[in-house]
């Protein structure tokens, strides 16, 4: 209950989590208000043993286990800066508002922050759910404490999933990869997925055959429209449909009997049945109408927001949430975090004004719509999404664009929608008869009209126009009458086959969850993107693909975690955490049956660690694949089996869909990888052999047999090359690469084309260009070449210089990056908020946002624009998170004799160290990570863009700060190689 109490004092701080909303806010705030932001989480679990320190150990995993499972906080090195500035801050106040999001999380966040400032001045919760000036007042004037049972069920869930993720992990580790992880959430969405592919494995489809017709009515003439008709009776026993067949078995379900319960037409019967149609008169038989009344959808909650997001814009669930974040932290929409499909008074009086203005009083309803909420516990979230304030305006008189302008315009359009009139639809089915092939043959023609549009006026699912769906959907069959002739137009046989379980996409797992009531739907973005960055699951298209390895793992849950994976279990968790947020169960006994009971996960794990076999849990099995089967080994899927008597091995592709394969591909892949290596004759003029070889990486070519002690010439086979295309010529010029195209014009070096680890490629001196996709590395000229060059040159070259910084005196310049324009002094880049316009950006501008960029990085990781030290420091941090992560003492990558040679060579100054990339000599690489990890280091680290505190990210992205941590080192480590191959190319170029 909120306590009304008077704002009082001169000189108060306000405290949030993003610098974004702090802007908004204080332009709400007059004198007397300082607005900062916490940048997420202050403090939280510690990351590894380091972090722990003295103070943690005996711990597991950061928590005392014996101790009511109390975590021991940390405020991380990255957030020192955080916590100092917030201190400054606090210096000289009256009052302290916390004005964090309105869930667990933020509740959890403000209390953090009041636990590690420890203020001496009153301290006052302010909560809101959206970002206005009338909300802020009133958040202002009804204060409260922070909720504890709010904070109690975040700290639960924090220690639960550190638990389940911590303990499991290594299991996963030992007995199918390294690097894997476990979820409380995301375990239980890659089963999800699994189980679907097993569903398609299992699928045997049938085949079947109908009878369709265009047709018109007669009496209407040759200009009469058509409309279709399908064959649905014969003598009056229904046609048989897909959902009479059985997925595993391709037959008939068992209990229908054909020619008395459906008919089973086959392609003769079929034909002939069209064929005597096509020739007889038809009729119709009869007519039904029938009127419908659509209720438009309720406003979006979290959940349909990334549903609909993900069908009509094609985004992902993170993309959704990233454009939410952005459009609630500058007062545009409500919270984006919400079980709710509630809307406020003010909100409804706003949009019922709206509907009256733009669409007329016959569109409104009488009384306002109430739309049931789903949410189990309302302390959650209290509105649904929709645009904040009361004047309810469009995108474009917000003046937005792009990717804000069409999710904006999305949470119009469904809000004002759901305070519309019910659509009203007219159904007509006609009945249609023909006596062919000695049987009466009934046709089924269905139309659709709208007698009133209601909401589709404003919105309609699938189409972000509501006129062309309107048209689209509604087709009307001509006025027809019992016993009406029809002409038919056109009568065909048509084939048709059962098609297996569709995958789940991000939108319909998302509803699954959803549905199921697993996790919150604020974490979902995180889970998928999690679930993808570990190599679960792979997107294709906008299919979601569990990987062998998401099989493999989810095997290993499912024998020794069953309930960890269980669709109710996990459901019945989330209700537990409800239960503990709202002060009804106690954190305890509950974490204790969890992680300590006889059944718990830690004894799980000793179990599993002494009796799962590696091998046996790793490997996939299935009737259609015998006698083969695939395992997950270190280095990725293999298949295994005999053949001719000999056990045989094959590496697989990555992208391998298990669902997809067969028997005979398996047998392929076996036969292939084994078959010997394919001679293609002699080089000249040195008459060395040229062998065509399948590595683990697909196929090359090699001069010479390998046997000498120099390592043989190798060059991978060109992007979309077959290898049963290559002959000697093409072999023999491949293996002559690098292949000259002549002399830069200005410098005089040679340019040249070359093949790579990463594909064909042209080079100029130290400056490298891909080549497209279908110029062919054998024939691309020196033209071509040098306008690539160009155009790889380019890239960094500044848009306009827009003055000198006043520090310096260097420039200070515009650039377009990859990730959107940002401006750039010295080392120092800046990204330009989203929605800024460059061309009428000031260099006073721009100053503050390198100010801000400077004052982002602090002391932290992000603070080394050279990143020397930076990489240093991300390596001695990796190994004390591993070390932490694997829970055994003193485990460390063995000192082997690479390291022995790197040390000689520093001690006898034998080799000069090549200089350490800079974070613009990492951009052009980006695009060769993971989406998820992309995004994490361009921010964390400030490619191409701003950088954002570690926290901050982690708090945007929905993902841990150990979780977002982690990818922003294994993303360095991945650039750092790249960058490190590309500029040793003429050292790297050959594939193996």
Do not use: C
């Amino acid at each position: 209950m909120a306590k009304k109490r008077a704002a009082t004092g001169s000189n108060r701080l306000v405290i949030v989590e993003s610098p974004t909303k702090a802007r908004t806010i204080e332009r709400f705030l007059g004198d007397g208000f300082r607005v900062v932001a916490s940048m997420g989480h202050v403090r939280d679990l510690p990351a590894n043993a380091k972090q722990a320190g003295e103070a943690a150990k005996g711990l597991t995993y950061g928590i005392d286990v014996e101790g009511d499972y109390r975590p021991h906080y940390v405020v991380s090195p990255q957030n020192q800066s955080k916590v100092r500035a917030l201190k400054q801050a606090l210096a000289g106040v009256d009052e302290v508002y916390i004005a964090t999001d309105e869930d667990r999380e933020g509740e959890a966040i403000g209390w953090h922050v009041v636990e590690v400032l420890k203020p001496k001045v009153p301290v006052k919760r302010m909560a809101f759910h959206e970002i206005t000036e009338a909300a802020i007042r009133r958040a202002l004037e009804e204060t409260r404490d922070i909720d504890a049972n709010l904070v109690e069920a975040q700290e639960t869930r924090r220690v639960l999933d550190r638990l389940v993720g911590y303990a499991i992990s290594p299991l996963l580790w030992r007995k199918i990869a390294q690097g894997l992880s476990a979820g409380r959430v995301q375990s239980v969405a890659v089963r999800l997925l699994v189980e679907r592919e097993r569903e398609r494995m299992d699928f045997v489809p049938a085949a079947y055959w109908d009878v369709e017709a265009t047709a018109t009515a007669a009496a209407s003439g040759a200009d009469a429209a058509p409309f279709r008709a399908a064959l649905t009776q014969l003598d009056g026993v229904r046609l048989v449909s897909g959902k009479d067949f059985d997925d595993h078995t391709g037959r008939l379900a068992a209990g229908l009997v054909p020619g008395r319960d459906v008919v089973v037409l086959d392609e003769r019967g079929a034909r002939a049945l069209a064929d005597g149609a096509a020739e007889r008169p038809w009729r119709v038989a009869a007519i039904d109408h029938r009127e419908e009344a659509r209720r438009p959808a309720a406003p979006f909650i979290t959940s349909t927001l990334q549903q609909e997001a993900s069908r009509k814009l094609g985004w992902s669930a993170r993309d959704t949430m990233r454009v939410a974040q952005g459009l609630y932290e500058r007062g545009l929409i409500t919270y984006m975090r919400t079980d709710s499909t509630n809307l406020a008074a003010e909100a409804l009086d706003a949009v019922r004004r709206t509907v009256r203005e733009r669409y007329g009083a016959d569109h409104l309803p009488d009384a306002p719509r109430t739309y049931a909420s789903k949410s189990k516990n309302a302390q959650e979230a209290h509105e649904a999404i929709r645009p904040a304030g009361t004047e309810m305006r469009t995108a474009e008189e917000l003046g937005l664009r792009d990717r804000d302008a069409a999710l904006y315009d999305l949470v119009w359009k469904r809000t004002v929608a759901s305070q519309m009139t019910d659509a009203r639809l007219r159904f007509t089915t006609a009945q249609l008869e023909v006596h062919a092939d000695g049987k009466t043959a009934t046709f089924r023609a269905s139309g659709r009209t709208t007698l009133f549009a209601g909401f589709f006026r404003a919105y309609v699912e699938g189409r972000d126009d509501p006129n062309g769906e309107l048209d689209a959907r509604d087709q009307a069959l001509p006025p027809l009458a019992v016993g009406d002739a029809i002409d038919p137009r056109d009568v065909a046989a048509v084939p048709h086959e059962t098609k297996p379980p569709a995958r789940y996409t991000e939108a319909s797992l998302v509803k699954r969850l959803e549905g199921e009531g697993i996790g919150r739907p604020s974490t979902y973005a995180s889970i998928l993107d999690t679930i993808q960055q570990r190599g679960y699951v792979r997107k294709q298209g906008s299919q979601l693909v569990p990987t062998f390895t998401g099989f493999a793992t989810t095997q290993l849950l499912e024998a020794q975690f069953a309930e960890l994976v269980d669709e109710k279990f996990t459901a019945k968790m989330e209700d537990d955490l409800d239960e503990i947020a709202q002060g009804r169960q106690a954190r305890v006994p509950y974490l204790d049956a969890i992680y300590a009971g006889e059944r718990g996960i830690a004894q799980r794990v000793t179990g599993g660690l002494a009796d799962l076999d590696a091998k046996e849990i790793s490997t996939i099995r299935h009737p259609r694949w015998e006698p083969y089967a695939v395992s997950v080994g270190r280095y990725g899927p293999y298949v295994e089996g005999e053949i001719d008597g000999e056990v045989l091995r094959a590496s697989l592709p990555d992208e391998a869909v298990v669902a997809d394969l067969t028997r005979d591909d398996l047998e392929r892949a076996l036969r292939e990888r084994n078959a010997p290596d394919a001679s293609l004759g002699q080089h000249q003029p040195e008459g060395e052999p040229m062998f065509l070889k399948r590595g683990p990486y697909g196929h090359y070519l090699q001069l010479g047999d390998g046997t000498g002690e120099a390592r043989p010439k190798r060059v991978s086979l060109p992007p979309g090359v077959a290898p049963e295309a290559v002959d000697r010529p093409m072999a023999q010029a491949l293996l002559d690469l690098p292949r000259r195209l002549g002399t830069h014009p200005e410098s005089g070096e040679p340019v040249e084309a070359h093949i790579g680890r990463f594909g064909p490629y042209v080079r100029h001196e130290k400056l490298f260009a891909s080549l497209p996709k279908g110029t062919d590395v054998l024939s691309v000229d020196l033209a071509t070449a040098l306008e690539l060059l160009a155009k790889k040159r380019s890239r960094g070259a500044a848009r306009r210089t827009l003055g000198e910084h006043p520090d310096d005196g260097a420039p200070v310049t515009l650039h377009d990056g990859k990730y959107g324009p940002y401006v750039k002094h010295g080392k120092i880049n800046a990204s330009l908020s989203e929605g800024s316009d460059p061309d009428a950006l000031t260099l006073a501008e721009a100053l503050e946002l390198l100010a801000a960029r400077v004052a982002a990085k602090g002391g932290g990781r992000g603070g080394r624009s050279a990143g020397a030290k930076g990489a240093g420091k991300s390596k001695a941090a990796a190994k004390g998170t591993g070390a932490a992560q694997s829970g055994a003492k003193g485990r460390r990558a063995p000192k082997g004799a690479n390291a022995k040679g790197a040390n000689a060579k520093r001690a006898t100054g034998a080799a000069k160290p090549k200089p350490k990339a800079t974070p613009e000599d990492l951009i052009p690489f980006l695009d060769r990570l993971e989406p998820g990890d992309r995004e994490v280091v361009a921010a964390v680290d400030g490619l191409g863009r701003a950088a954002e505190p570690l926290a901050a990210v982690a708090r945007r992205l929905g993902r841990s700060e150990d979780d977002v941590e982690a990818a922003a080192k294994r993303a360095r480590f991945k650039l750092r190689m790249a960058y490190g191959k590309a500029r040793a190319a003429g050292d790297t170029a050959d594939a193996g």
